[in-house]
Nanobody, 123 residues
């Protein structure tokens, strides 16, 4: 059973930076995508950034150029470096891992969520 534990959230002023971490315990299948989602009060959960096991990344338009996702496969950990933070980035940030049966990334074999970490951007 895979468990995900996020850390690094907190209160930061506009323009500041935070680095989120998500450590996975247990064995993760080698073909996987690690994602960061966020959910603001009264809004739907949205995908912020993704990174595949081969290192390909993608970002939501609202964070592109400000956020950077990375991973350390040896530590089963994914990071989200958030720079130039804005009040609209305030949300609970969730780590998600999807395991795939093949590199076509069409059929999943596992799906896991972390408990979330609060990020508040305010002066």
């Amino acid at each position: 059973q895979v468990q995900l534990v996020e850390s690094g959230g907190g209160l930061v002023q506009p323009g500041g930076s935070l680095r989120l971490s998500c450590a996975a315990s247990g064995s993760i299948f080698s073909i996987n995508t690690m994602n960061w989602y966020r959910q603001a009060p009264g809004k739907q959960r949205e995908l912020v950034a993704s990174i595949t096991s081969s290192g390909s990344t993608s970002y939501a338009p609202s964070v592109k150029g400000r956020f950077t996702i990375s991973r350390d496969n040896a530590k089963n950990t994914v990071y989200l470096q958030m720079n130039s933070l804005k009040p609209e980035d305030t949300a609970v940030y969730y780590c998600n891992v999807v395991e795939w049966t093949s590199y076509s990334l069409t059929t999943t074999r596992g799906f896991y969520w972390g408990q979330g970490t609060q990020v508040t951007v305010s002066s």
